[in-house]
């Protein structure tokens, strides 16, 4: 029988992957990080389920992580206002707004039950019975 090279899997070096993804890191940069790539990332998702439900719920806490720094950085620039006698220059302003589009339009990608636009309609009659109709962009 052809023997293949043992399997890196082990509980250590999964949960340094689930880490770095819950603090909104990106799948790439955390698997060439501990030198696992992509194809065996996936194969192990398909061989454990347990795994998969791991990785979906550290991807969300990634999410929450990156939009709640992107919030600080808001907060901690709109601290260098005026107010404190400091100006912020119009490029810093511009740059701050295209990052939270990009996180805010990211999160609606990777988590759209969440973060997603969603549409909603309420059709109701003259008894004022009524039902919902939703459908999401």
């Given amino acids: ?11 250590e070096l999964v949960m340094e992957v689930l880490k770095g993804l819950a603090v909104g890191r990106s799948i790439r940069s ?9 194809e065996t990332w996936r194969q192990w998702l398909m061989k454990y389920p347990d795994l998969r439900e791991q990785y979906s719920q550290a991807k969300e ?10 919030n600080d950085l ?12 400091k100006k912020l220059e119009l490029s810093t302003v ?6 939270m ?12 039950k969440k973060y997603g636009d969603k549409s909603q309609m309420n059709i109701g009659n003259i008894e004022d019975t009524s039902f919902k109709i939703e459908w999401s962009k």
């Fill in 74 to 85: 808001v907060k901690e620039n709109a601290m260098n206002s005026p107010e404190s006698g």
């Fill in 101 to 112: 589009r990009n996180s805010h339009w990211l999160a609606s990608k990777l988590s759209a």
């Fill in 1 to 11: 029988t052809i023997m293949g090279r043992p399997s890196k899997y082990n509980k």
């Fill in 61 to 70: 806490d990634g999410i929450e992580w990156s939009l709640s720094e992107m």
């Fill in 94 to 99: 511009k740059m701050i707004e295209t990052f």
């Fill in 30 to 38: 955390v698997l060439k990080d501990v030198s696992v790539d992509w």
